[in-house]
């Protein structure tokens, strides 16, 4: 297939490599077009105020790669109009650090936008994030990177994953069907790892800013959400906190149906 691989953790983040290298190993044609810098929490915004500026990079991913100053949305729309030599089949994005599970946290993902904005445009989209330790999240966070080899071999694993999950999901995934595959790995995730398949967990998030300082400024404070999800069906949550990936399908032809 002819993927287009978009991220919000920014052209230099090592998931997004270690996907670009399992699809390539896989014989998938792989074009990446990433933001310059973190977007995470983006979601589906847009550069309206601003040029965006985007650069053709030798990433050492051995495929046509573009850094794009601007959102993960950005990134795809300006790739599947202007960068790319023709239309990709699917469009990629991750692998997130850290889950993208719940309600809240999907609506806000950009990993999950840049999907969205592949099946606004009438091609599959699938979106990968993987769950990880709230400490390995903040290292990963911090400049530098990880050095952690055992969260490297994790990665891979997700990755080679992801280069046999998503690509069969694209292909049964017809032209304008305005659907994104939003999956999950768990942490761990092992070789053998079933899939599930899965709702967003009804997780609500009050309290993500702080109170009024003496400047006037709130700064967000991280929390993962309360969730007020029924037993049943089984939620994507519920599934990585068992150990299973987590395959949700987000159908926005089906938004408003009763």
């Known amino acids: 297939m002819r993927l287009l691989v978009t991220n919000d953790d920014g052209i230099a983040s090592v998931f997004l490599h270690e996907l670009v290298r399992a699809l390539i190993a896989a014989d998938h044609e792989v074009f990446v077009a990433a933001p310059r810098v973190e977007q995470s929490w983006t979601s589906a915004s847009k550069s309206r105020h601003r040029p965006v500026h985007s650069v053709r990079v030798d990433s050492g991913l051995g495929c046509p790669t573009w850094s794009v100053d601007g959102t993960p949305s950005d990134c795809v729309n300006i790739a599947i109009d202007h960068l790319l030599p023709g239309e990709p089949d699917a469009v990629f994005s991750g692998i997130n650090v850290g889950q993208n599970a719940s309600l809240g946290f999907i609506l806000g993902s950009g990993t999950v936008a840049g999907a969205t ?37 994790q990665l891979r694993i997700s990755a080679a994953h992801a280069a046999r999950l998503g690509p069969k999901l694209a292909a049964e995934t017809p032209r304008l069907g305005f659907v994104v595959h939003n999956i999950n790995f768990p942490n761990p995730c092992g070789e053998d790892a079933r899939v599930i398949h899965t709702v967003p967990a009804r997780v609500t998030l009050p309290k993500l800013f702080s109170p009024r300082e003496e400047d006037g400024t709130h700064r967000l404070v991280f929390r993962s959400g309360d969730d007020h999800s029924p037993e049943m069906p089984i939620t994507d949550r519920t599934a990585l906190d068992l150990g299973f990936i987590s395959h949700t399908v987000l159908d926005f032809t089906k938004l408003g149906s009763i």
């Open 117 to 153: 904005e592949g099946a606004l445009h009438g091609i599959p989209g699938v979106a990968l994030s993987q769950c990880v330790p709230p400490e390995t999240y903040e290292a990963l966070k911090s400049p530098g990177g990880p050095s952690d080899p055992a969260l490297i071999r």
